[in-house]
C-alpha cells in the first residue's frame, strides 16, 4: 500500500536551517508530484510546496518563498524540504503529500499523506 | 490569492443527524475544490474531490456539491467516527489554498 514517511524535524533556533525528507513506497513515485503541508500546533492546513512529478517546475507559498526549496530524488523515492533562515511562525507539522493527478504538470488534490514531522523553531 | 471561508466555525450535531458544511470562495473555482477529513493526531484524509466525487473507500454518506465560488459537503447521516474537523481546498489558482475548518463536534 502507499506509505509516506517524513523525518527530519526537530527543534532549531531562528536562522538555523533544516533539512525534511519523506520517504515513500507502495506506488511510482517518479509518476506523482509532491507537495508539503504544514499544519502550526492547533492551527488550520497550509500549503507550503509542490515539485512535478519530473522536477521540472517548483511552486512556492508566499511565506516560504526563498526561504524554502522542495527537491526530489527520484532513484531514491524521497521528497526534500530545505528550510533555512526558520522564523518562529515556520513551527509546525510538515506533511509531505501525494499529488492525485499522475504525469501531470498542474496541482491535483493530497490524495495520501504522511504522519508529519514536528518542526520547533525557538530561541 | 484564493481566500475560502468555511461556515460555520463549529457544528455541533447528534449522531443521526444530517451535517451541512459551507465553502465559500473569494473567486470562481469552477469544480476544483476538495473536502479533507481530519480527526485528532491523524493526518488529513481525502474525501471529495472535484466538488462532488467520493475518494476512494469514502462512505455513501458522504455527498459534496456546489460549483463556481460556492460548496457544500453533506453527511447525510452522522456516524460517530464523522465527528471531526473538516478541511476544504482549492486547486484552481495559485497559491493553493485552504479553508480555516469547521469543527464537527457531538452534541
Known sequence: QVQLVESGGGVVQPGRSLRLSCVV???????????????APGKGLEWVAVIWY?????????????????????SKNTLYL????????DTALYYCA???????????YFDNWGQGTLVTVSS | EIVLTQSPATLSLSPGERATLSCRASQSLNIYLAWYQQKPGQ??????????????????????SGSGADFTLTISSLEP????????HQRSAWPITFGQGTRLEIK
Open chain 1, 25 to 39: 513506497s507502495g506506488f511510482r513515485f517518479d509518476t506523482y508530484g509532491m507537495h508539503w503541508v504544514r499544519q
Open chain 2, 81 to 88: 467516527e464523522d465527528f471531526a474537523v473538516y478541511y476544504c
Open chain 2, 43 to 64: 493526518a488529513p484524509r481525502l474525501l471529495m474531490y472535484d466538488a462532488s466525487n467520493r475518494a476512494t473507500g469514502i462512505p455513501a454518506r458522504f455527498s459534496g
Open chain 1, 82 to 89: 530545505h528550510m533555512n533562515s526558520l522564523r518562529v511562525e
Open chain 1, 98 to 108: 501525494r499529488d492525485s493527478l499522475m504525469a501531470t504538470r498542474r496541482p491535483g
Open chain 1, 54 to 74: 519530473d522536477r521540472s517546475r517548483t511552486f512556492y507559498a508566499d511565506s516560504v518563498r526563498g526561504r524554502f526549496t522542495i527537491s526530489r530524488d527520484n
